[in-house]
């Protein structure tokens, strides 16, 4: 496998490429769907940082196709550079990609 590129944090306002691997309602961190995104991250050496409101995530609705805003939804998202990044990161997890696309980041400050 080649080496996989570096996530970024992302700052208030900046637009990144983003993964999401995983959503869920609220704040169950038991759904399977948290288990799963951490899993994945943690197998290709990425830090999971924990899940946030989509909302944060300008776009983010959209990247994974549900109505904007859809209320009480948390995501498991990661940050890239650039497409070409965030496209190897996609091909090497495979059907564990739940959308990819990108967004603006909020939240952030």
Not at 8 to 25: E, K, S
Not at 74 to 80: C, L, M, N, S
């Amino acid at each position: 496998m080649p080496t996989l590129p570096d996530q970024i944090p992302g700052d208030q306002g900046q637009t990144v490429w983003v993964i999401y691997m995983g959503a869920w309602v609220e704040d169950d961190y038991t759904a399977d769907a948290y288990d799963a995104a951490v899993a994945s991250a943690r197998a290709l050496g990425y830090d999971f940082y924990g899940g946030y409101d989509l909302a944060c995530d300008s776009g983010g609705h959209a990247v994974l196709g549900f109505p904007d805003p859809k209320v009480g939804l948390r995501a498991a998202g990661f940050y890239f550079a650039t497409e070409d990044d965030a496209r190897m990161v996609v091909a090497a997890l495979g059907e564990d990609v739940l959308g990819w696309g990108t967004i603006d980041v909020f939240c952030a400050d």
